[in-house]
């Protein structure tokens, strides 16, 4: 199942795709039946019950509504750095053997087709085309053999980083939080419709039309599944909690000569089964200038 997320005259919604296209209700109509964090915290056959709900809502065109993050506030956004070797030895580190974790806030998130903004602070603002792996239900100290089972799906993320400020301390905190700089979308779709951890799939980043990152998932060092089982030995992970997988090789700060997004840029984030999570990228300045 594929959900979309969605607002339409200050309105949310939520839709699913079915073979007419995406059917939906408002946040406002009686058969609503909640926002996907809501659907999966409930857990069971809640994602079941609500797709039969909204199968029999209005059309929703994808093209006249303004995409919002899948899960707008969940708990918790942990990311995963230095998750492909080339990546790793493009960006002068040392393949770790255990993941590099850090954090993004939903304060960050923006949906698909919302601008990027490049802060005034810096021009060093770069993308990173990843995997999303949402948790479906409470897990602790999971081994790894298990840790697919506590998935009810997947989107894609693009983790813009602001440079210089990544670097500015040994904690990247700073550089992955700017505000507008996390695209997570198109939709989320169910794990059952993807292959397990989904293996065998291909992540694409394009800016301006042009293939700048290029990589199977299967690349990755650490596992969807490796992932989640380490991260729950020392923290409990809830439904709705946003794992965000890692970036392969050909980001801008590694390339000769660097290649950082601008106004007037679009970045795209493409994986097999997932869609396409477009953004264009604006300079702050101009953005609140245009909106003031």
Request: proline share 5%; glycine share 10%.
């Amino acid at each position: 199942m594929k959900f979309l997320t969605y607002e339409t005259s200050g309105t949310t919604g939520l839709a699913i795709e079915t073979e007419s296209g995406f059917k939906g209700l408002l946040s406002t109509h009686h058969a609503y039946p909640g926002d996907l964090l809501t659907l999966i915290r409930i857990g069971g056959e809640a994602l079941q019950r609500a797709a039969v709900a909204l199968k029999g809502g209005h059309s929703v065109d994808p093209n006249a509504v303004i995409f919002m993050p899948p899960i707008a506030n969940p708990e918790k956004i942990v990311c995963v750095g230095l998750n492909y070797k080339d990546h790793s030895t493009e960006s002068g580190f040392e393949q770790p053997n255990y993941p590099t974790l850090f954090g993004r806030f939903n304060s960050s998130l923006i949906g698909n087709g919302a601008p990027i903004l490049r802060p005034e602070l810096s021009e060093q603002l770069d993308y990173e085309g990843e995997l999303v792996a949402v948790i479906g239900k409470r897990a602790r100290d999971v081994s790894e053999i298990d840790a697919l089972g506590y998935v009810a799906g997947y989107s894609i993320f693009n983790d813009a980083s602001i440079r210089d400020y990544q670097f500015k301390s040994p904690q990247w905190t700073a550089g992955k939080n700017f505000d507008d700089t996390g695209a997570f979308g198109p939709c989320f779709v169910t794990a059952d419709a993807l292959p397990r951890g989904c293996k065998g799939l291909r992540l694409v980043t394009r800016l301006n039309g042009v293939v700048v990152q290029d990589a199977m998932i299967d690349d990755m060092v650490f596992s969807v599944a490796e992932i989640i089982s380490i991260c729950s030995q020392f923290m409990t992970l809830q439904p709705g909690d946003v794992i965000v997988t890692g970036t392969p090789s050909g980001v801008g700060l590694a390339r000769k000569p660097q290649l950082f997004m601008k106004d007037g840029d679009v970045c795209e984030v493409e994986i097999d089964g997932l869609g396409v999570l477009s953004n264009p990228v604006r300079d702050r300045a101009v953005a609140f200038a245009m909106t003031a």
